[in-house]
């Protein structure tokens, strides 16, 4: 029993890690109905900058907002190169090939500047694991859980209670009226994925001391977040939560009870159902639109 609490305590955490890359997918989608392809780079970009301030001598707690900041210029930078000029022309498909062209850019910039070898993050908290419930939990493992529930709540106290919040619901519900009332949709668009690689970049440096620090991390991590998106649905941010976990305990058991090379089919096996039987995810709701 002790073993499977220990388990579920670290599925709980690297769902999570997901839900919050997934949550950037949602921010973006949203607002202009496209996705970041290269979401996990940011992550990896995030993670890569944070180990370089904390090499220098930055506290790691100073570190996670100036790697924010970091996110927030490379998601803008990405809006502006690879999704508004397809935007502009209507392509349906161009915003897709962009933002994985731009992935690989930002890949091979990190293992031109940090090399190709996987790096240790140092831990700001203690390595010995403390007993909660009869089951070892790390401390790094907690702090990512209240890291990325605080990270969406503040997202979303941002969305409900400001101004700017409001324009970006605007946008989301319909964006020729928010423009129709002045709203600046462009510049709300730009913000969204400014805001969802920050978020991304905040996930890489607070999971950074959890795994090794790489050029290739952020591949797989992006690849289920996209997963978790589409399980839990991308217009909740509730069903993003819940399929972050259920993802991140299925992983986790699966590769302990049977084999870790297993460990990634009960995801892809979810994926397939929730696709077959409720293709808007498990709390999505379903659009019908006019023609």
Do not use: C, H
């Amino acid at each position: 029993m002790a073993i499977l609490l220990q388990l579920i305590y670290s599925g709980i955490a690297l769902g999570m890690i997901y839900a919050v890359i997934a949550f950037g997918y949602q921010l973006t989608f949203q607002t202009s109905d496209t996705l970041n392809f290269g979401q996990g780079d940011a992550l990896m970009l995030g993670a890569m900058v944070g180990l370089t301030l904390v090499t220098m001598g930055v506290n790691f707690w100073l570190m996670l907002p100036l790697v924010m900041v970091f996110g927030l210029f490379q998601g803008a930078l990405v809006e502006r190169i690879g999704v508004r000029p397809a935007i502009k022309i209507k392509s349906e498909f161009g915003w897709i090939m962009s933002t994985i062209a731009l992935g690989i850019i930002f890949k091979n910039v990190a293992e031109n500047v940090w090399g190709r070898d996987d790096m240790k993050f140092p831990s700001p908290l203690p390595e010995s694991p403390l007993k909660f419930l009869g089951a070892n939990v790390l401390p790094m493992e907690i702090l990512v859980v209240v890291g990325a529930v605080l990270m969406m709540l503040a997202v979303e106290f941002f969305n409900r209670k400001t101004i700017y919040g409001k324009a970006v619901v605007a946008t989301f519900n319909d964006r020729d009226a928010a423009k129709l009332m002045g709203i600046n949709t462009g510049l709300v668009i730009t913000f969204s994925y400014a805001l969802s690689s920050a978020t991304a970049a905040f996930a890489g440096a607070l999971i950074a001391p959890l795994t090794l620090t790489g050029a290739t991390m952020g591949s797989v991590l992006g690849l289920k977040a996209f997963a978790v998106a589409i399980i839990g649905g991308l217009t909740s941010g509730m069903g993003i939560i819940v399929g972050g976990i259920i993802l991140g305990v299925a992983e986790t058991t699966t590769g302990f009870y049977l084999s870790t090379g297993y460990k990634d089919v009960p995801g892809l096996v979810l994926l397939l159902l929730v696709l077959a039987l409720k293709p808007a995810g498990l709390f999505g709701k379903t659009a019908i639109k006019k023609v």
